[in-house]
């Protein structure tokens, strides 16, 4: 028996030893902490770092840094920075460069200008050490950035600007580290320079020239290999990292630059990214938070006056000189409380590059232990504010957002319900991926995936076997978080099958495949969709998919005049921009002078940051004949018009036809509003 007992405790030696038994805990920790703040109404990141403190060796000592814990808490942090490059508005990012510029220059300097004197006339620091701290005032981390891509805000100006202000200061403190520590050894010199200019320059044309035509490649190659997909991106990260840290950088910066080169080819709704934020969500972020607070040691309040006072002169310096700098963001550029408070919460915690800028200098016995302490008390009482911080603004703000747009679209869009009938002529999971980029989220309604059955003998076992074909679909709906349901229906034509549904669930978006290639188009197709939109008001898209949505590089519009003024406008114009949102392109248009001013008065009322490029077209079937340049990753949409509408010409009958004859090669989509 004394056996027994001497066995089981073994396995609870302190600290844990055994790799299951650790994780087990790690898992128990991320599972009901968060449960826990969220009773207590305290964001669960601060519940995550405080457990960190509490189980790690600094506290009741269960767990150590190790090798383990490591490995799971870098891949957290490189998560986080990953995330966050993927979730930049690239189009947005580039209007408001400047503002992240600007915003980049005041969270780096003011921080630096102010922790300077106090840490070189207070503290009574050499100039090394003061510059050195006064440095580590300037960096931040991401930590609080779950916090808004919970809440859906992370391609908000302010979000976007803080993101990008965060790299440009995170790398020139990293650079004053490397100064400072190669002047401390003697290798500061033109050699150095020269190394990591040249060492950068390769690392970004790797990034920015070979991975995303390599990504682009193989996503097209194994494009029904779904998870194979996640894995390569994991690698890719992974590898920016090291190549970052090869460079003479961090590797943080190299997982936001992976983040950068795969922004365009992972759409924010598609399943790969939904994928990619509930891993990192579930389990390797949580693990980075935990890292940090094992890092936090009470014990140092205990240790003397001066570590106390080093302590709260480092917090109370980091904390004001990071709002200080979101303030002088808001009086520039006009900014609300709200956003204010955002940017301050995203940039105010300090983490990982903290660390690694103190761990350095006193590895190099530049700084001494009283300021490695106090750092470390500082980055738990910066990580606890920033949390409050940005979670509330956050909130609040998401609120008055929903207060403002909610005239403009409380029955169009809450109320959207789309309809994709599936037929043997469209490439099934392409569709689907269309339809789950542009529906609304906060819909009640499902996506209604259809299939319409002839009505005979064998009805009732087509149905069956299409409702079996169809669960593949539901699951990669659902894999996007995504609400489907499969519709059977019998009906002696497809077209009129599916008017009926249309009208029996009030869908508004019906999305059809186009008709099927047999050496020439088929010539029935125009009468039978004719008897469709005869038959329905809805706005009908029909789509054609050459390559995979994320591959294609513009969206070219082709207007007809007066297509303003057809009564679906809003409604396509706003899925349009959806659609080019999410894929991170530009958009073409091709109009006469009104339809260019309509969507120009449409995108200043619903605030759409997205510049649009305009083309006069002055003879509407001069596109149709192949007189203006398209390119290949060219995606076509062509705005048409029911017999009845008020923009309808003559040359849109059979224009399927019409456009696989020109453009064959290119991926198409034609709009009936």
């Not at 508005?89 to 005041?106: A, Y």
């Not at 080819?265 to 949580?286: C, D, K, Q, T, Y």
């Not at 403002?404 to 599936?422: A, D, G």
């Not at 009322?605 to 203006?628: A, P, V």
Request: hydrophobic share 50%.
């Amino acid at each position: 028996m004394d056996e027994i007992v001497e066995q089981v405790l073994h396995h609870f030696k302190l600290p844990l030893e055994k790799p299951v038994l650790i994780f087990s805990l790690i898992l128990f920790v991320i599972l009901m902490v968060p449960i826990l703040m969220n009773k207590l109404r305290i964001p669960g990141i601060i519940g995550l770092i405080i457990s960190g403190a509490i189980i790690g060796p600094n506290g009741f000592n269960l767990l150590e840094k190790s090798l383990f814990v490591d490995l799971f808490s870098t891949i957290g942090l490189l998560y986080i920075m990953f995330i966050a490059g993927l979730d930049l508005d690239l189009n947005d990012f580039k209007t408001n460069r400047n503002k992240s510029i600007w915003f980049g220059l005041f969270t780096f300097s003011i921080p630096l200008g102010i922790g300077f004197p106090v840490c070189y006339y207070f503290l009574e620091y050499d100039f090394d050490a003061s510059l050195l701290t006064a440095s580590m005032f300037a960096t931040h981390t991401l930590v609080t950035y779950p916090i808004v891509s919970k809440l859906g805000i992370t391609k908000n100006q302010e979000v976007a600007i803080t993101v990008g202000g965060t790299i440009l200061t995170d790398t020139a403190v990293l650079i004053i580290l490397a100064v400072l520590v190669g002047s401390h050894e003697g290798n500061l010199t033109y050699v150095f320079w020269l190394k990591l200019l040249i060492s950068l320059s390769i690392f970004m044309v790797i990034m920015f020239g070979v991975v995303p035509r390599v990504s682009k490649w193989f996503f097209k190659k194994l494009e029904s290999e779904k998870h194979s997909h996640y894995i390569f991106v994991l690698a890719i990260v992974f590898f920016a990292a090291f190549l970052a840290e090869l460079a003479g950088v961090e590797p943080i910066i190299g997982a936001f630059v992976a983040g950068l080169a795969l922004n365009r080819l992972i759409p924010h709704s598609s399943v790969l990214m939904n994928r990619i934020e509930f891993i990192g969500n579930a389990l390797f972020i949580p693990f980075f938070l935990i890292s940090v607070g094992m890092l936090v040691d009470f014990r140092v309040i205990l240790s003397g006056p001066t570590a106390l006072i080093v302590a709260a002169t480092l917090t109370i310096v980091a904390i004001f000189g990071k709002w200080l700098a979101a303030f002088f963001t808001q009086l520039i550029f006009k900014y609300s409380k709200l956003q204010r408070r955002l940017i301050f919460g995203l940039s105010s915690s300090h983490a990982a590059a903290t660390l690694a800028v103190i761990l350095v200098g006193y590895k190099a016995q530049i700084l001494d232990e009283n300021i490695l302490n106090g750092t470390v008390i500082l980055i738990l009482a910066t990580c606890i504010v920033a949390s409050f911080v940005t979670e509330r603004a956050a909130k609040n703000l998401v609120v008055a957002m929903e207060d403002e747009t909610y005239s403009h679209n409380k029955s169009q869009e809450i109320n959207e319900h789309i309809l994709l009938p599936i037929a043997n002529n469209i490439n099934l999971e392409k569709a689907l991926d269309f339809a789950l980029l542009i529906k609304d989220k906060k819909s009640s309604y499902p996506l209604s995936i259809l299939t319409v059955v002839p009505n005979n003998r064998e009805a009732e076992r087509n149905i069956t076997r299409a409702r079996q074909k169809l669960k593949q679909l539901i699951d990669h709906a659902t894999a996007s978080e995504t609400r489907a349901e499969v519709i059977a229906a019998i009906d002696f034509n497809i077209f009129s099958g599916i008017a009926r549904t249309a009208r029996e669930i009030m869908a508004n978006i019906i999305i059809l495949g186009w008709p099927q290639r047999t050496g020439i188009i088929d010539q029935f197709f125009g009468k039978k969709l004719e008897v469709l939109l005869s038959n329905t008001d809805k706005t009908v898209f029909v789509c054609h998919f050459e390559q995979p949505l994320s591959n294609h590089k513009r969206i070219v519009v082709v207007l007809p005049p007066l297509a303003e003024l057809e009564k679906g406008f809003d409604n396509w114009m706003g899925k349009l921009t959806k659609l080019a949102s999410e894929l991170g392109i530009s958009i073409l248009y091709y109009c006469n002078p009104e339809t260019e001013n309509a969507i120009e008065r449409y995108t200043k009322r619903h605030k759409i940051t997205q510049k649009n490029k305009f083309q006069i077209l002055e003879i509407w079937e001069s596109i149709l004949e192949g007189n203006h340049p398209i390119e290949r990753d060219d995606l076509l949409l062509f705005i048409s018009s029911r017999r009845s509408g008020i923009s309808y010409l003559s040359m849109m009958e059979n224009l399927p036809a019409k456009l696989e004859e020109k453009y064959s090669r290119n991926s198409k989509i034609i709009i009936y509003p």
